[in-house]
């Protein structure tokens, strides 16, 4: 009897361990390469701009949404001021990007603007993200639901998950 339950444990050994190292290579490939890098969150962006005379102040609510292992859609929502004039914000913004540790580079891929969108002037909508620009970010996790967005230049936002509770 001993001797046959030692046979069956040689003779299922090898498949067990090959199947249990083929998930470990499925889960492997799905961290690595399917899985979303970016983090799914929002944020409220104030921004105001003073030059001479003019101001320009802008209200939005960021959402970024992962949309595959290297895509992300970024909805834009909220108002923009010129002086005393109210434009309404609303776009989908579709980015490719890729990783290099904390660092992005996004690619504006589309900027598909919504119905309830009334921005027109040119200039003004050179302060958005445009189609086929190039983005470079940092995203670093600053707790279990935050994230801080930085470009070169300072920090952009701090975006937050689902608290999940």
Same mark, same amino acid.
Request: hydrophobic share 40%.
């Given at each position: 009897?001993? +001797?046959?339950?030692?046979?069956?444990?040689?003779?299922?050994?090898?498949?067990?361990?090959?199947?249990? +190292?083929?998930?470990?290579?499925?889960?492997?490939? !799905?961290?690595?390469?399917?899985?979303?890098?970016?983090?799914?969150?929002?944020?409220?962006?104030?921004?105001?701009?003073?030059?001479?005379?003019?101001?320009?102040?802008?209200?939005?609510?960021?959402?970024?949404?992962?949309?595959? +292992?290297?895509?992300?859609?970024?909805?834009? #929502?909220?108002?923009?001021?010129?002086?005393?004039?109210?434009?309404?914000?609303?776009?989908?913004?579709?980015?490719?990007?890729?990783?290099?540790?904390?660092?992005?580079?996004?690619?504006?891929?589309?900027?598909?603007?919504?119905?309830?969108?009334?921005?027109?002037?040119?200039?003004?909508?050179?302060?958005?993200?445009?189609?086929?620009?190039? !983005?470079?970010?940092?995203?670093?996790?600053?707790?279990?639901?935050?994230?801080?967005?930085?470009? #070169?230049?300072?920090?952009?936002?701090?975006?937050?998950? +689902?608290?999940?509770?």
């Amino acid at each position: 009897m001993k +001797a046959r339950g030692c046979s069956f444990f040689r003779t299922y050994c090898y498949g067990l361990l090959a199947a249990l +190292a083929l998930v470990c290579c499925g889960v492997s490939v !799905y961290l690595l390469f399917l899985k979303p890098q970016v983090p799914e969150c929002r944020a409220v962006l104030w921004m105001s701009n003073q030059q001479g005379d003019k101001t320009l102040r802008r209200a939005l609510l960021i959402s970024v949404l992962p949309d595959g +292992a290297r895509r992300a859609v970024v909805r834009i #929502n909220g108002s923009l001021f010129d002086n005393e004039v109210r434009y309404n914000i609303d776009r989908a913004l579709e980015l490719d990007y890729r990783r290099q540790g904390g660092n992005y580079i996004f690619n504006v891929v589309s900027n598909t603007r919504m119905p309830q969108d009334t921005l027109k002037s040119p200039e003004l909508n050179l302060r958005l993200p445009l189609e086929g620009r190039r !983005y470079h970010l940092h995203i670093e996790q600053v707790d279990k639901h935050h994230f801080l967005f930085v470009n #070169n230049y300072g920090p952009m936002f701090v975006c937050a998950t +689902a608290s999940g509770g």
